[in-house]
């Protein structure tokens, strides 16, 4: 219970069954994302905006002619509910909410801390907001107070007024007593729409031997990325030698 008062949380002895540390790496997603796209310019990769309609499996070949590419990765997320036709693929909304950390408002925090499972009440569709609280401590000065899933909600249209958002915010309060200096006016809500999926979908498709497949990454995406990309580029590097190995038969 020492770590407790040593990072200033609340004193819940008697609800906390323990309580531990560890040290982890934290990614800073939207620094993340901007280096990576960085690197993949460096690396020669271009980017071209574009949106695509219907199946994928059906316009392999006349993307391949139009972009000029051996391989298709489709990493569309939801969009592979009309792309791949997945059906198990559900939207997942999320709100974080993100304050000042630079010591202005309350003495600075320089953790992560996340409680144990809570329902922060109902949502407007009557669905449990159930999740552990928790506070990151993000960047230089910022933190993000978090989260919840709501399953097959896809609209941006949340707002810190929503009895749940509060509820939630007060529970961050309640594990980190010096937040309870923030006024509403110091929290900004950022909403995100996790693509939702039991397992993500990471194959080559069994009809398009040139397509393959990296979508779902639900609550992981952060986390999962670097080894599903990883995963990706095995696959097709397999792909590759099968079709160098049936050219190398043909000539002899
Ligand atoms: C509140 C919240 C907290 C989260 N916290 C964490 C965390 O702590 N750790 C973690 O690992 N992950 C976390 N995540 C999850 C993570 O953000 C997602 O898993 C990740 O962003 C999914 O990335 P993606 O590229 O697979 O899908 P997306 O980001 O959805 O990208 C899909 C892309 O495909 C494009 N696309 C779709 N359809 C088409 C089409 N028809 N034609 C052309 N383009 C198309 C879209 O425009 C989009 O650019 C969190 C998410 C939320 C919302």
Not at 4 to 27: M, Q, R, T, W
Not at 145 to 173: I, T
Not at 216 to 223: E, F, N, S
């Amino acid at each position: 219970m020492s770590l407790i008062k040593e990072k200033g949380l609340s004193d819940l002895s008697e609800k906390i069954k323990d309580v531990f540390s560890v040290v982890l790496p934290v990614i800073d997603s939207p620094q993340f994302l901007t280096w990576l796209m960085r690197e993949c310019f460096r690396k020669g990769a271009q980017m071209i905006q574009c949106s695509i309609r219907g199946l994928l499996t059906e316009q392999v070949q006349a993307l391949k002619l139009a972009y000029g590419v051996q391989f298709i990765v489709n990493c569309s997320g939801l969009g592979s509910i009309d792309l791949a036709g997945d059906k198990e693929l559900f939207p997942a909304r999320g709100g974080i909410l993100k304050v000042k950390n630079d010591g202005s408002l309350f003495p600075k925090i320089d953790f992560c801390v996340k409680g144990c499972g809570m329902s922060h009440g109902l949502d407007e569709d009557g669905q449990e907001i159930f999740s552990p609280p928790y506070i990151f401590a993000r960047g230089k000065d910022h933190l993000l107070l978090g989260s919840f899933v709501q399953r097959n909600r896809a609209d941006h249209n949340l707002s810190l007024a929503a009895p749940y958002v509060q509820k939630m915010l007060q529970h961050c309060k309640e594990l980190c007593p010096r937040l309870h200096a923030l006024r509403d006016s110091d929290v900004q809500v950022t909403v995100g729409i996790r693509p939702g999926r039991e397992w993500v979908r990471l194959e080559q498709d069994s009809d398009v031997p040139s397509l393959f497949h990296n979508y779902g990454h639900y609550k992981w995406g952060m986390t999962l990325c670097w080894g599903t990309a990883a995963d990706i580029v095995h696959l097709i590097d397999n792909e590759v030698n099968k079709m160098s190995q049936i050219t190398h038969a043909a000539k002899l």
